[in-house]
């Protein structure tokens, strides 16, 4: 199978929508422009024509409310945004009404939408571009986030988004838009709602989504090394949430360590834990344990924005801790020269 | 000094672009590790604005903010800190090239969610008002900023109010790679909206700096005599791309000969040539300015890169005030 990255899986599912059904739209902020939102738009314009692929003023607010409405007349718009912010500023159409509008009259209208956002991290990108707020979104009944961590999980999550009669918010992180997995050429459907298991283990569970499955993966294999074995769980969907592949998981290892995309508190790692313990508290040996985001907002300078992210070797620790076993972090994660606040060449994929 | 103001114009203008200008240049050295989006080539705007207002006066501008700052009278060692992540930087390296700020000098704050600081400048001016201060408070924002809902709930509250504001519309074609075509309707005039939300308006050539100047002298006399907000539509161009160091033109989002036109109409270029016609300024004083800018730039950049990180602990200060 043919290995691409991530953000040409999202311009071929975008693309196979486009070709599959009529009422499929594209609208965003430079979504025609030479960059083509990093490349996840590029040629659509061309190809499908500027009433089905297009760019829009900077009204966030109003073209969020916008493609709501054509939604609800026959269409099946795709809104990105190149940051997670700006959908902030369409919070109240997201929220009040695209998210409540088919259970405020009974089903008789729902909204098929879907909002890319885009995550950003690293280059100083600072406090207002680098947020990662997949739980407020996941928050909210009427709406299911998705967050894909690989290029095949991101083709046909896409594509099934666009598919669901239902707002869908798509988060892609930046980190992962150049690297590679193996997918098929064709359009496939990835269900929303299904985790997947990444990698198996019987020694302790990493629960974790969107970028922070790289970090659990390569953690993962140091350990390995070591006589640890990690099982990985991906989530891949936020809302609804895979419970039953989470509590299956860690019914086998009984230990749970969450490795969280965003800030914990409130977060996605609160859900994972409280589900783990209201359901399967017996079997746990230890006490889960959840790492994420520093909780401040994300500094621009490097010295201190190296400190914000959580890494493999932090999660690593977390987990020989966990497990009582001495392990010389330092021995199995070498410092390298490479800098944090760019994507680590490494991390390549396929995962 | 006679023609103190006029020189002055010229200076500020070519110390904001000769700053901008080494920006770019050592951009590649990968030291400056945050967004840059430089105002190469609309320097005019904010010097011929800024030029007129008191130290006292606060400006507030957006993701495009390094010639706001230095117009105001920024510290250029701290902005310079600032891009470098040091802890000598305007906000300890926090912000970075997009959040810049100066309160000593009346630079106020400058973010990068389009849009965002215009309401929050008006209530600045607002509370100026209610202080009965005689200041105004100057806020830049994009042609782009004009088509967020929020453009418009703010010129309705400032002319509700009679807030002593100053809006400056850049109106520079683009927002990133979006000509206005494709953005906002041919019929559709900025300096218009704000007509008639009924603010008095202004509109020029933001390229021409007296011109700037002229018309900033006539509005900030009519804010303060009239107690009523103005607003300012000023055409100017952006040289480089939306974001970064280089030229980007060679993508061809923009009409071919459209950038060639407005190096033409360099804002310092023309007015150079203006004040020497003038005898406002020698060649030999401007040789002399330009050693005594660059001179000012060597050590601020070095004082730059000098400057040491901040320590971790400033991670988790300033989340609250205690
Ligand atoms: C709310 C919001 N939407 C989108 C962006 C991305 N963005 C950053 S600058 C910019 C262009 C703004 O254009 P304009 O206001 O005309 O300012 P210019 O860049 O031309 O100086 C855009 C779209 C943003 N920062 N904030
Ligand atoms: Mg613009």
């Keep these: 199978m043919r290995e691409i990255k991530y953000s040409e899986a999202i311009l071929e599912a975008t693309d196979f929508s486009l070709e599959n059904d009529p009422s499929v739209l594209v609208v965003g902020l430079g979504v025609p422009d030479p960059k083509g939102i990093f490349g996840t738009t590029s040629g659509l314009q061309e190809k499908y024509g500027e009433h089905r692929v297009m760019d829009m003023p900077l009204s966030e607010n109003g073209m969020t409310g916008i493609i709501t409405g054509v939604s609800l007349n026959g269409f099946r718009p795709i809104l990105t945004h190149q940051r997670v912010e700006f959908a902030l500023l369409s919070i109240e159409q997201i929220v009040n009404q695209a998210a409540k509008w088919f259970y405020m009259n009974a089903g008789q209208q729902n909204v098929p939408i879907v909002i890319r956002l885009i995550i950003g991290r690293g280059w100083g990108q600072g406090p207002q571009h680098a947020q990662s707020l997949e739980s407020w979104f996941a928050h909210i009944p009427g709406l299911k986030v998705v967050m894909p961590s690989n290029s095949y999980d991101a083709k046909g999550l896409l594509i099934s988004s666009v598919e669901d009669d239902n707002p869908v918010i798509f988060l892609e992180h930046r980190w992962l838009h150049n690297t590679f997995d193996n997918v098929p050429s064709e359009g496939y459907r990835v269900p929303i709602g299904e985790a997947r298991l990444a990698r198996k283990g019987s020694d302790v569970t990493i629960v974790s989504h969107s970028y922070m499955v790289l970090e659990s993966l390569r953690c993962a294999d140091v350990l390995a090394e070591h006589g640890i074995s990690v099982e990985v769980v991906d989530l891949r969907s936020i809302r609804p949430l895979d419970s039953k592949t989470v509590l299956n998981s860690v019914s086998k290892t009984k230990r749970l360590v969450v490795a969280d995309n965003g800030w914990m508190h409130f977060g996605v790692s609160s859900e994972i834990i409280s589900i783990v313990t209201e359901n399967i508290f017996d079997k746990l040996i230890c006490a889960p344990v959840r790492i994420g985001m520093n909780d401040s907002p994300s500094p621009s300078t490097r010295a201190l924005a190296n400190h914000y992210y959580p890494r493999a070797k932090n999660i690593a620790e977390v987990i020989s801790k966990m497990l009582d076993k001495t392990v010389d972090l330092n021995i199995l994660f070498p410092k390298t020269d490479i800098p944090l606040d760019v994507p680590d060449p490494s991390f390549r994929g396929p995962f | ?322």
């Design chain 2, 1 to 322: 000094m006679l023609n103190k103001f006029e020189k002055n114009l010229y200076y500020a203008m070519l110390r904001i672009r000769m700053v901008e200008e080494r920006i770019a240049e050592l951009y590649s050295e990968q030291e400056m590790r945050c967004p840059v989006h430089l105002s190469i080539g609309q320097e005019a705007v904010a010097v011929g604005v800024c030029e007129h207002l008191q130290k006292n006066d606060i400006v507030m501008s957006a993701h495009r903010a390094h010639a706001h700052y230095l117009a105001k009278g920024g510290d250029l060692k701290a902005m310079l800190a600032e891009l470098y992540g040091k802890s000598t930087g305007c906000a300890k390296g926090k912000g970075g090239s997009m959040h810049l700020i100066d309160l000593e000098n009346g630079f106020f704050a400058a973010v990068p969610i389009v849009g965002s600081t215009i309401p929050i400048a008006v209530g600045v001016a607002w509370a100026f008002k209610m202080k009965k201060s005689t200041n105004i408070v100057t806020v830049f924002l994009g042609d782009g900023a004009t088509e967020e809902g929020v453009f418009f709930e703010s010129l309705d509250f400032a002319s509700l109010k009679n807030v002593p504001i100053l809006f400056v519309c850049e109106n520079n074609f683009y927002s990133v790679y979006s000509n206005l075509k494709v953005r906002q309707a041919p019929q559709r005039k900025i300096s218009v909206l704000a007509e008639s939300h009924g603010i008095k308006t202004f509109t020029g050539d933001g390229n021409d700096v007296q011109q700037v100047s002229k018309m900033t002298r006539e509005a900030i006399k009519f804010i303060k005599n009239m107690n009523k907000p103005v607003f300012i539509e000023l055409e100017t161009f952006r040289w480089l791309e939306h974001c970064g160091p280089n030229g980007d033109d060679e993508l061809g989002y923009r009409e071919v000969g459209e950038l060639e036109k407005w190096i033409k109409k360099c804002p310092i270029e023309s007015y150079k040539n203006t004040i020497i016609e003038k005898s406002i300024v020698t060649e030999t004083e401007i040789t002399q300015m330009i050693e005594n800018i660059s001179s000012e730039i060597n050590d601020s950049f070095n004082f730059a890169k000098e400057s040491v990180f901040p320590k971790l602990e400033l991670l988790n200060q300033h989340i609250y005030k205690d």
